[in-house]
């Protein structure tokens, strides 16, 4: 049970890097500080969009006009730090006390 505890846990963590990372690259794309239209950055950037869109876009359809602000990236992770409290918890702890 604690290798599939560190699995889950690591899956939910390498997400939340790959959000962070896109959300920095969004940064750099939108301020000028690397060429959206080298193409190896924008293939990091697709494989970004095709891996968060997913879960990003319902989140911002949910979020009222910010007048341009995105803030579903920040309410995804506070979703994922919740999503792995609660496995840990209520899931993955009570199975490994009870020796499974």
């Known amino acids: 049970m604690l290798m599939i505890k560190f699995v889950v846990m690591s899956l939910i963590q390498l997400y939340t890097f ?3 990372v896109g959300v920095i690259m969004s940064w750099l794309i939108s301020f000028n500080v690397i060429n959206g239209r080298n193409q190896f950055v924008d293939a990091i950037y ?3 969009y095709a891996l968060t869109e997913p879960v990003l876009g319902p989140i911002r359809r949910a979020l009222p006009d910010l007048g341009g602000i995105d803030i579903s990236p920040v309410i995804l992770l506070i979703g994922l730090r919740a999503l792995e409290i609660g496995l840990s ?6 199975m490994i006390a009870a020796g499974l």
């Open 46 to 48: 697709r494989t970004y």
């Open 89 to 94: 918890h209520y899931v993955f702890d009570p």
């Open 18 to 20: 790959v959000i962070i």
